[in-house]
């Protein structure tokens, strides 16, 4: 019964959400910005005590999230050493990574100094309404943030200083969050990280002295923070991949939730029906931390609203452990693996190997209805362009080079008819009923070869590490069915708590000799091709 009404809640909030985009302000102006979000409710989320590795204790930015916050509270590191730590790696690494679009350093040191006071004094926020307390994150900078500049990496917004924040900032905040800086994103969340006039910013942190190795879409700033050790974790938006493609290819884990599970307030849109909020984080735990902090209904987005309540996504992400050591699902599962799934990739055959030894896995070979490669093609898929371009119209009108070299794909959105907008959206609807009653009629988790098919109908899924093919990172992305971020949380813990690819880390950049490495330029046409 859960399941179906999952369903119905779903297909109706997507027709809703698909109406809702002929009528909603989709882009909170410089001059307009969102209304402040109500005080968040304290997040119900009690972060575990779990054990803290030694290369943790040695070096606090080793630690994940939880980590940092086990030590936070019992006493064996302060906020204000830590968010130090990360500061020191800034300084001297992100002339390389460029990961950063801005730094909040004094800000997030007085935060840290407060923080730790509180703790000392004995008035420290209790551990459930403040679980992030003192860990510093990484905000993609299209998200409002109070006094800090969120340009989205824009020459529309390059003069933009919120007053507000938006949704999922306020209530990282709430939760004890210190904002150590921006992350570079690609501009206005079209591409991978550049300048507007193209030239490549953010790098992979698995390859800081190649600038050409892609670094997985528009959240690689946030993405690298986390991978360079930058940032405790982060927070970025996918509407094409941009938060699960970097995390595959930085070996991080990121998490987009099903749509409408985080609020858009105060975050610079691309697509009203399909721009999604999520963690890009170091393990399957702290995306489920993050996650649980972010979620929740929204008077500022009607897209939260009426939604199933979230599951307890901390137990979801706490693997579990028979008497004799053996890690199990959590429940009875079964993974669809699509046609293909394997096919030139062997860390994939691995990870199949891998799942298939969990007790409670059942791995079931499925088929995808026979148009599905017309249903999420590019013609269908376009229909995004008229979405974005349409709350950006004055800007087109006033000066198209305010777009720089993404200007191609909102160009491409003002082509488009709305007979083919309207035909595109029944297709979405064809497509969702498609997969609803297809695959998910045969399996209760979907391993994927694309994220774009998921972006389109607004179900959730995760992008996790399976290992490393000629040095560098490989994931795999995992789909899940409406509200059901659980059910993915529980097969990554599985298999996180078997692997440790998730452990990994990248080596740090070589500072001597300085090595110049030139910065490639996208032209527009490159930039068009590639965007989200």
């Not at 309404?129 to 510093?136: H, N, Q, S």
């Not at 199949?352 to 499925?366: F, N, R």
């Not at 590490?465 to 000629?470: D, Q, R, Y």
Request: proline share 8%.
């Amino acid at each position: 019964m859960g399941r179906d009404l999952n369903r119905r809640t779903f297909l109706a909030a997507s027709a809703a959400g698909t109406g809702g985009a002929l009528t909603a302000s989709a882009v909170p102006a410089a001059a307009a910005p969102a209304r402040a979000p109500e005080t968040p409710a304290a997040p119900a989320v009690d972060v575990p005590d779990l054990p803290v590795r030694e290369a943790a204790r040695h070096d606090p930015t080793e630690a994940t999230l939880a980590e940092a916050v086990v030590l936070i509270r019992t006493g064996r590191l302060t906020s204000a050493d830590l968010v130090q730590a990360y500061l020191d790696r800034i300084e001297k690494y992100d002339k390389t990574y460029q990961a950063y679009a801005e730094v909040t350093g004094k800000q997030a040191l007085l935060a840290a100094y407060a923080a730790d006071r509180a703790n000392r004094s004995g008035r420290g926020e209790d551990r459930k309404t403040a679980p992030l307390a003192g860990v510093p994150l990484c905000v993609k900078d299209n998200y409002f943030t109070k006094g800090v500049p969120t340009r989205a990496n824009s020459f529309i917004f390059e003069d933009f200083i919120p007053v507000t924040d938006a949704t999922a900032v306020a209530r990282l905040k709430a939760a004890g969050g210190i904002l150590l800086g921006k992350g570079q994103m690609g501009p206005l969340a079209t591409t991978r990280a550049t300048t507007p006039n193209g030239m490549i910013t953010t790098v992979n942190a698995w390859t800081p002295d190649n600038p050409l190795i892609d670094p997985g879409g528009s959240s690689t700033g946030p993405a690298c923070a986390v991978a360079g050790r930058m940032a405790s974790s982060s927070i970025g938006t996918q509407t094409g991949g941009s938060i699960v493609n970097p995390a595959n290819r930085q070996n991080l884990t990121g998490l987009k939730p099903t749509m409408g599970r985080v609020s858009l307030n105060g975050v610079i849109p691309l697509s009203y029906t399909r721009d999604h909020c999520g963690p890009i984080a170091r393990d399957v735990m702290d995306a489920a931390i993050m996650l649980t902090v972010m979620a929740g209904p929204d008077a500022e987005d009607p897209r939260t609203r009426g939604l199933p309540r979230l599951p307890n996504l901390v137990r979801a992400a706490t693997p579990v452990v028979s008497s004799k050591g053996k890690v199990r699902l959590r429940r009875a599962t079964r993974i669809g693996v699509p046609p293909g799934f394997t096919d030139g990739i062997a860390r994939r055959s691995a990870l199949l190997d891998t799942l298939a030894d969990l007790p409670g896995v059942t791995l079931v070979e499925i088929r995808y209805p026979t148009d599905w490669s017309t249903l999420t093609g590019s013609a269908f898929n376009a229909a995004r362009l008229s979405e974005r371009t349409e709350p950006f119209r004055h800007w087109l009108r006033e000066d198209l080079t305010k777009f720089g070299v993404s200007v191609l794909s909102w160009l491409q959105g003002l082509m488009l008819s709305g007979d083919e907008w309207i035909t595109a959206q029944r297709a979405k609807r064809h497509l969702l009923r498609a997969v609803l009653d297809g695959p998910f009629d045969h399996c209760d988790v979907l391993l994927q070869t694309s994220p774009v098919p998921f972006d389109i109908l607004g179900l959730p899924e995760i992008g996790f590490p399976i290992g490393f093919t000629a040095g560098m990172p490989t994931g795999a992305i995992l789909g899940g069915a409406p509200y059901e971020e659980d059910r993915l949380l529980e097969v990554v813990a599985a298999y996180q708590a078997v692997t440790d690819w998730h452990r990994r880390r990248p080596a740090d950049p070589v500072l001597e000799p300085v090595k110049r490495v030139v910065r490639p330029l996208l032209n527009a046409v490159e930039a068009a091709a590639a965007s989200a």
